[in-house]
């Protein structure tokens, strides 16, 4: 035979592969002790290799990418938000059959569904992770009807692995030219239960804070006014409330860089007296429970809607609480912003 094999050839015949340093298995075993017992202490062990060598790789290839991790997802997988899309990592040790098995509740559940699905393939020993391949949800959504797949009785799907793209830098090109709601305009909606659709294409496209329906007294999930969060003593420090201003906050959790412990984000939203159509915002984040001060070197960010950081501030030993400079907007405006230490961060997204 004469035939010729090209590099771009070659490299859909090469695994996407990222070795992990000593100090990184170190982290993502000090992430698995969140587990109760043996068995899921390992499979959150996988997990945090999986995500760290994932994370690895989104900075080599993207590095000007938003990276934010879901802590709730330890356990079974991760959830990570990058560039506005929610993608779920699945993490296994070795494909048998190459078979890839997926969480019933992955994919039908608003709370924990994604854009995308990412096959992470860890291996422990050697200390490297393979980025096998990714499925968008509409994709999958279409396989399911389309083969009139059932989930067995753990309650996983069984997926063959030809089904999903084998070229990651495709995932890249996805979150970097389309919008997360093009991949819900063409989703399949007969793959999914009737009763479900609504919530799951609510939960892909409503994933920002909408400041405006703040002033009107509608809050969404996670948040809540400054009076059910702080103490009074804390809320004195917030100033009073205006006839046209509003404060509420959100608990944020930064998993084990924190020992679990929780910071308030705080939010106060003010009708601007000089521009009515505009909104005034400050932001803040403070400690909460008996704790008086924040752990110092966290980080405060303010970050346009492409992901570039707008203002920053970093907590010092013993400060009560930090804030940015206020800022002001028209309705329809994006922003973020983010709450970090070291190589974890949470991000929020807000319109105003």
């Known amino acids: ?179 997360p709601s093009a991949i819900i305009s063409s989703f399949a909606s007969k793959g999914v239960a009737e009763k479900n659709k609504e919530d799951l294409l609510t939960h892909l496209t409503e994933t920002r804070v909408k400041l405006s329906q703040w002033l009107q007294g509608v809050f969404q999930e996670g948040w809540q006014t400054i009076d059910l969060m702080l103490s009074p003593e804390a809320e004195l420090g917030m100033g009073l409330r205006g006839p046209l201003e509003i404060k509420a906050g959100k608990l944020i959790n930064l998993g084990m860089q924190l020992g679990n412990r929780s910071l308030a984000l705080l939010l106060t939203v003010t009708k601007d007296a000089e521009a009515e159509e505009k909104v005034r915002v400050q932001v803040q984040l403070h400690p909460t429970g008996e704790e008086k001060y924040l752990p110092s070197n966290l980080q405060l960010k303010l970050l346009s809607k492409a992901g570039k950081s707008l203002q920053e501030v970093e907590s010092r030993d013993q400060d009560n609480y930090i804030q940015l400079n206020s800022f002001r907007g028209e309705p329809g405006k994006r922003f973020s912003v983010e709450v970090g230490l070291g190589d974890v961060s949470v991000r929020e997204d807000f319109e105003f």
């Open 1 to 179: 035979m004469n035939t010729q094999i090209g590099l771009t050839d070659l490299r859909y015949l090469q695994p996407e592969s990222i070795w992990l340093e000593p100090e990184q298995v170190e982290q993502a075993k000090k992430i698995s002790q969140a587990g109760k017992d043996e068995a899921q202490q390992w499979q959150s062990y996988l997990n945090a290799l999986a995500l760290i060598g994932f994370e690895k790789w989104l900075r080599k290839r993207k590095p000007e990418s938003t990276v934010v991790r879901n802590f709730n997802s330890i356990g079974d997988g991760y959830h990570l938000g990058v560039d506005g899309f929610n993608i779920y990592l699945l993490v296994t040790e070795h494909l048998l059959d190459e078979v890839v098995r997926v969480s019933q509740d992955a994919i039908d559940s608003p709370e924990r569904v994604a854009h995308f699905y990412v096959i992470l393939e860890v291996s422990e020993e050697q200390q490297y992770v393979i980025v096998r391949g990714f499925l968008r949800y509409d994709e999958l959504a279409n396989y399911l009807q389309r083969s009139n797949c059932h989930p067995s009785a753990d309650g996983c799907y069984a997926v063959p692995l030809s089904e999903f793209d084998a070229e990651p830098n495709h995932l890249l090109f996805y979150t970097h030219y389309l919008e």
